[in-house]
């Protein structure tokens, strides 16, 4: 169910991309775009999900936590991620859903809305595309690693991010910043990327595309054992996320604004 809703959400941000539907606003800075496109699909998955699955709550980036859920499950969406790649349309944007059960992210789905790529996880049940079962990247060191990481939108944030990659650049093979969180996730699930780290997201950036990457034998986590948040989110195959987190440490990646 949340494979079909993913894929008419992600239809949907096509069809509005294609039909030059931009109407832009700004959010919480003016580099922050929010699009109707953007509300749009959200408004169409709380829709769906709201007919299909009366009385469970949604958690979404623009409207925030629906209103009137009382179970055990939370749907966490992102109507797209990588909304500065779909405002100059770039191909690298994505409807990001994850289904929690009691806090534990048991189901996710990244759908790449330019592409149709589609990544899937459930808890225990592995993670996939196209049918093809996920393992992550077999590199064991960090010099030979292509690292994915992102940039928050705000500037003094961002100053403290220039300043960890400028520490870590030497360090790794080399860096990539796709611009959407959920499909590095993915990517470094299936080894596109040896690994990928953020400061700075939110849970419907990573609860999708986190379970894929844990599914594909990713370690997911914060730094010094705490849990992927806000501080820090490191998702690298157990081989390379000891140098990669004690790296970061150092960097004091987690600091900053
Ligand atoms: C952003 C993207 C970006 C990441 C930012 C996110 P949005 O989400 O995932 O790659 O670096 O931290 O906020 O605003 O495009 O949904
Ligand atoms: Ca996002
Ligand atoms: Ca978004």
């Known amino acids: 169910m949340a494979v079909r809703i993913a894929r008419e959400a992600a239809e949907t941000a096509r069809r509005m991309r294609a039909e030059a539907i931009t109407d832009v606003e700004t959010k919480s800075t003016d580099t922050d775009v929010v699009t109707a496109a953007d509300k749009a699909v959200e408004r169409q998955v709380v829709d769906a999900l709201g007919r299909e699955r009366p009385g469970e709550s949604v958690l979404g980036e623009e409207y925030g936590d629906s209103a009137g859920g ?17 405002l100059y349309g770039l191909p690298q944007y994505a409807v990001s859903l994850a289904a929690e059960v009691d806090g534990t992210v048991v189901a996710g789905v990244v759908r790449n809305a330019a592409t149709g790529d589609e990544w899937t996880a459930t808890l225990g049940g592995g993670a996939w595309r196209d049918g093809r079962r996920l393992g992550g990247s077999a590199r064991t060191t960090l010099d030979q690693s292509l690292i994915a990481t992102g940039f928050g939108y705000d500037a003094a944030r961002r ?22 969180a959920a499909i590095d996730l993915c990517l470094a699930a299936e080894g596109a990327v040896d690994a990928y780290f953020e400061k700075g997201l939110n849970p419907w950036d990573h609860a999708a595309g986190g379970l894929v990457a844990a599914e594909a034998g990713l ?13 820090m989110l490191v998702a690298a195959p157990p081989a390379i996320f000891g ?12 600091g900053g604004a």
């Open 70 to 86: 009382t179970g055990r499950v939370r749907w966490i969406l992102d109507p797209i991620d990588g909304t500065v790649n779909y």
């Open 159 to 180: 100053r403290h991010q220039g300043a960890v990659l400028a520490g870590l650049i030497a360090e790794v093979r080399d860096i990539r910043r796709f611009g959407a």
């Open 219 to 231: 370690r997911v986590s914060g730094l010094d054992g705490a849990p992927a948040g806000p501080d």
């Open 243 to 254: 140098a990669l987190h004690d790296l970061l440490v150092r960097l004091d990646a987690a």
